[in-house]
């Protein structure tokens, strides 16, 4: 504790308890003080009508300079330690005198109650230089009562000291990431190839989730431009061309899509954004597909970064349709690689 207990002077009693506690200890910068104090028996034959708080003097180094203006003196009662209940009467200063502030009070009822108040740390109390707490002495803290005749009713003495700085700057680095997973690395369709109809695959999932202010970009690319079949040698090649809108397919006509949905928009960051190519509407097309990488989804937040993502999550989706003269195969096959990063 930063404020010591001291030891009365003959004949007034001491506070049960008493310390201030000011609100910075770093030398030569201006300073609020917490005033606790717990009455001891002489306030039940007494009635407190004010509490000087005289601050110390440095005698080893420059000392503490203490505003001679009263009013300038405001106290409060907010942020009390636990337990402890706001000083009766309490306001601000009524006098002024070298290091000696006096403040109003009334009653401090019984024994046992820990009484506190608060004052400004504007223009009142500046420290002194640092030095070593022996130098800093004369602070007492006393409650009167009679305002005509000022009596003493409690008092204690008090210390405390004043350091080069009594801050302690944290630090830490958060470094980047990025993340990018499958959850699965195949994915069939789940049914022969018909010419009557509009297969699909069951789909496969991309998570993404990175700390890069900029958010995240994906790409794929396509190892066969299609479906290939080496027992064949034939392709069901890809539909379209690139160019920002999708390829809807048709049942009896050979055709291969990527189809990219948007499952998960994680909450706050950035917004995710499938690249029009490869954003199907309709449930019966997809994007070209090319061997050169292409952009499927985006996740930003233009002006107004950070654009984070705690976990955003694509789904990819193959479609194709056949006719009936499409060289039978088992083993039609594609590798789609997809591949991310964040935006830095």
Excluded at 47 to 65: A, M
Excluded at 230 to 250: E, H, M
Aim: charged residues 10%; contains cysteine.
């Amino acid at each position: 504790m930063p404020a010591l207990n001291g030891v009365a002077q003959a004949a007034v009693p001491q506070f049960t308890q008493a310390w201030v506690r000011p609100d910075r200890l770093k030398a030569l910068t201006p300073t609020g003080a917490m005033i606790c104090a717990t009455p001891s028996g002489a306030s039940t034959t007494a009635t407190e009508t004010l509490v000087k708080v005289t601050f110390p003097t440095q005698s080893n180094g420059t000392d503490y300079v203490v505003n001679s203006t009263a009013a300038n003196w405001t106290v409060d009662t907010l942020n009390l330690p636990t337990g402890a209940v706001a000083w009766p009467g309490i306001g601000t200063a009524t006098a002024v005198s070298g290091h000696t502030v006096t403040f109003p009070s009334t009653d401090l009822l019984g024994t046992g109650t820990q009484y506190c108040f608060h004052t400004s740390g504007t223009s009142t109390l500046t420290n002194g230089s640092a030095g070593a707490s022996s130098g800093i002495v004369g602070a007492t803290l006393v409650t009167y009562d009679n305002a005509g005749t000022p009596l003493p009713v409690n008092q204690t003495n008090w210390s405390t000291a004043i350091i080069s700085d009594e801050t302690i700057t944290v630090s830490a680095v958060v470094p980047p990431n990025f993340t990018l997973t499958l959850d699965g690395n195949a994915d069939a369709f789940p049914a022969n190839l018909d010419p009557a109809v509009i297969s699909a695959t069951g789909g496969r999932t991309v998570s993404i989730t990175t700390n890069a202010v900029g958010g995240w970009i994906a790409w794929v690319k396509d190892s066969q431009q299609g479906l290939y079949s080496t027992t064949a040698n034939y392709t069901i090649p890809t539909t379209g061309t690139i160019n920002a809108t999708p390829n809807d397919l048709t049942a009896g006509t050979e055709g291969y899509v990527l189809d990219v949905d948007l499952t998960t928009d994680a909450a706050s960051g950035c917004t995710v954004a499938i690249d029009a190519e490869y954003s199907s509407a309709s449930g019966n097309g997809g994007g070209t597909l090319s061997s050169n990488y292409q952009p499927i989804a985006a996740c930003t937040r233009p002006g107004a970064p950070p654009g984070t993502s705690d976990g955003d999550v694509l789904t990819l989706i193959e479609r194709a349709a056949i006719r009936g003269g499409t060289p039978a195969g088992s083993d039609y096959s594609d590798v789609i690689t997809v591949v991310g990063a964040g935006n830095f």
